[in-house]
């Protein structure tokens, strides 16, 4: 159906053609943002493509363009995920939640127009609520950046303009949860009191930390992907992974994965906790702005033989529930920190750290990330709407 709104036509898309112009859309809007990092064209469309992204095995997806004559002003997608309905209430998501994001306007009226259609089209389907933005799945890039716009996201990080915080709140939409990453130094040692809980714990017998084994990777990936909805089971937002999303993002991770990166910290020889870090390859994405060819193929390939990175980004940590109100959780947490922060520095060159994203509310988390002395640098922010 198309929708006419004065001079602007919004219209669902159905052809391959109108997937790319979605795509394109972007890298025009954000062309002149030196802080915006341009994804890989083959990735944007994979995101938003069904049968590719695993995603849209349990999600019914709307995208809409929005035209002035004949040109592309602006883009949205409309979602509902029927895992995250699934989850209880309580916990953010719920029956009767869904989302819009990959929010992009050319202005204000056409944020709004689209924003309002994505509303409607969620209230066709039985929605009584909206969580946005979201790009697509909580997993991927959640929130609106609302501080820390002068410097540019980590990998698998978002980053929109300022000016789309004011329309998504010009519209009545209220913030329902922050997410922080922070960042600090990791070529300075950690505070005594932390390097202490670290050498206790490296004297305990019961603890190994170790880093991830490439040669099983589907094993070691499937392990912390485990791990990980165990642990996050009853965070805010939680949506478990399905088997076809672990399969999809260990492809994803593997080209990035090193194995000194990425901890397993067994207990008694049970694997109880993981944290996972990644090389932050925005620093080598960001001159192609977008495009591997005809020469950026080969500066990736070279960097991914060999990155030489200024940040390391840690995007997923956790620790089983049964150890969750223990010392031994943030011991292991710093034990995995302080290996991974050692092999970060005197292998890759790195100088800093970002750890996040980390719910505002998620005390356990903030608490250690305050501790070796790591501060804010980026607020994203999720708002509702009932609809």
Same mark, same amino acid.
């Given at each position: ?128 609520? &909206? ?161 591997? /060819? ?14 030489? &990175? ?28 302080? /290996? ?48």
């Amino acid at each position: 159906m198309i929708v006419a709104k004065a001079d602007l036509f919004i219209t669902p898309v159905e052809t391959k053609a109108e997937r790319a112009a979605f795509v394109d859309l972007a890298y025009r809007l954000n062309a002149d943002d030196p802080a915006w990092v341009a994804p890989l064209r083959m990735e944007a469309l994979e995101l938003i493509t069904p049968g590719k992204n695993p995603f849209f095995d349990h999600a019914d997806v709307q995208l809409f363009l929005a035209r002035r004559g004949d040109a592309v002003v602006g883009r949205i997608s409309a979602h509902i995920d029927h895992l995250a309905t699934a989850q209880p209430a309580e916990q953010g998501m719920g029956p009767g939640t869904g989302n819009w994001g990959l929010l992009e306007a050319e202005d204000e009226a056409v944020a709004q127009a689209l924003i309002g259609r994505a509303e409607e089209w969620l209230r066709e389907k039985g929605m009584t609520r &909206v969580l946005a933005p979201l790009s697509m799945s909580i997993w991927e890039e959640p929130g609106q950046l609302t501080r820390g716009f002068d410097h540019s996201p980590t990998v698998m990080m978002g980053h929109q303009p300022q000016r789309y915080q004011h329309y998504i709140e010009a519209l009545e939409y209220k913030p329902a949860k922050l997410l922080n990453t922070y960042e600090l130094d990791i070529t300075m040692p950690f505070p005594p009191l932390i390097e202490r809980i670290i050498q206790s714990g490296e004297r305990n017998a019961k603890i190994r930390i170790r880093g991830v084994d490439k040669s099983r990777f589907d094993a070691e990936a499937a392990l912390i992907l485990h791990i990980l909805n165990d642990a996050w089971s009853d965070n805010w937002g939680f949506v478990p992974f399905t088997d076809r999303e672990i399969a999809y993002a260990g492809k994803k991770f593997k080209p990035i994965v090193r194995e000194d990166l990425i901890m397993i910290a067994e207990y008694e020889g049970q694997p109880v906790a993981f944290m996972m870090t990644l090389p932050d390859m925005n620093e080598v994405l960001k001159p192609m702005r977008g495009k591997l /060819f005809p020469f950026g193929w080969i500066k990736l390939l070279a960097w991914l033989r060999k990155p030489k &990175v200024r940040t390391m980004r840690v995007p997923l940590m956790g620790v089983v529930k049964q150890h969750q109100s223990s010392r031994l959780a943030s011991q292991l947490a710093f034990m995995m920190i302080e /290996f991974i922060r050692r092999n970060a520095v005197t292998r890759y060159g790195a100088t800093r750290g970002e750890i996040g994203w980390i719910l505002d509310d998620n005390q356990g988390m903030n608490a250690i990330a305050q501790a070796i002395d790591s501060h804010v640098n980026k607020e994203y922010t999720i708002y509702a709407k009932a609809l």
